[in-house]
């Protein structure tokens, strides 16, 4: 019994230092986007660029993978952003700059969109709610792009 505490305690102590140093205390990602711009439009569709900032808040660099979202008006969602298949190096403690995310809007739900925010004059921005995938880990997260 004595032997099995002589080894376990030092590989415990070894994982737990190990663990409080690397993952036990990570910040989530936080996205930033820039005012929507317009790229096009065609078959019923009118697509959208954005630019995305990313800040790490971590005291290590983090590689992005993967973006999935849905953007809405007045909680109705009107269109999915997907980006996945990436490795864009995030350094420690900066921001980094991921550009032209597309964002494609089928043309009847924009004019359905449109007419409500000309009769309530409420809506002011883009919501896009989903997840950031960055080194295996998933971070949530809600944000608006100004329409205006």
Request: proline share 4%; net charge positive; no cysteine.
């Given at each position: 019994?004595?032997?099995?505490?002589?080894?376990?305690?030092?590989?415990?102590?070894?994982?737990?230092?190990?663990?409080?140093?690397?993952?036990?205390?990570?910040?989530?990602?936080?996205?930033?986007?820039?005012?929507?711009?317009?790229?096009?439009?065609?078959?019923?569709?009118?697509?959208?660029?954005?630019?995305?900032?990313?800040?790490?808040?971590?005291?290590?660099?983090?590689?992005?993978?993967?973006?999935?979202?849905?953007?809405?008006?007045?909680?109705?969602?009107i269109s999915r952003i997907q980006v996945y298949n990436k490795s864009i190096s995030i350094?420690?403690?900066?921001?980094?700059?991921?550009?032209?995310?597309?964002?494609?809007?089928?043309?009847?739900?924009?004019?359905?969109?449109?007419?409500?925010?000309?009769?309530?004059?409420?809506?002011?921005?883009?919501?896009?709610?989903?997840?950031?995938?960055?080194?295996?880990l998933t971070f949530p997260f809600n944000s608006d792009i100004p329409l205006r």
């Open positions: 019994m004595k032997s099995l505490l002589k080894v376990a305690l030092p590989i415990a102590l070894l994982l737990g230092v190990g663990f409080f140093l690397t993952g036990s205390r990570l910040k989530r990602l936080v996205p930033y986007f820039k005012k929507a711009k317009y790229k096009s439009f065609s078959l019923g569709k009118i697509r959208f660029t954005v630019d995305m900032l990313l800040e790490n808040p971590n005291r290590r660099a983090m590689k992005f993978n993967e973006l999935f979202a849905n953007v809405s008006i007045n909680g109705t969602t350094a420690p403690l900066s921001t980094t700059l991921i550009p032209n995310i597309e964002i494609a809007i089928e043309t009847l739900s924009l004019t359905n969109q449109i007419l409500n925010i000309i009769r309530n004059r409420a809506a002011s921005s883009l919501q896009i709610a989903g997840t950031i995938k960055a080194d295996g």
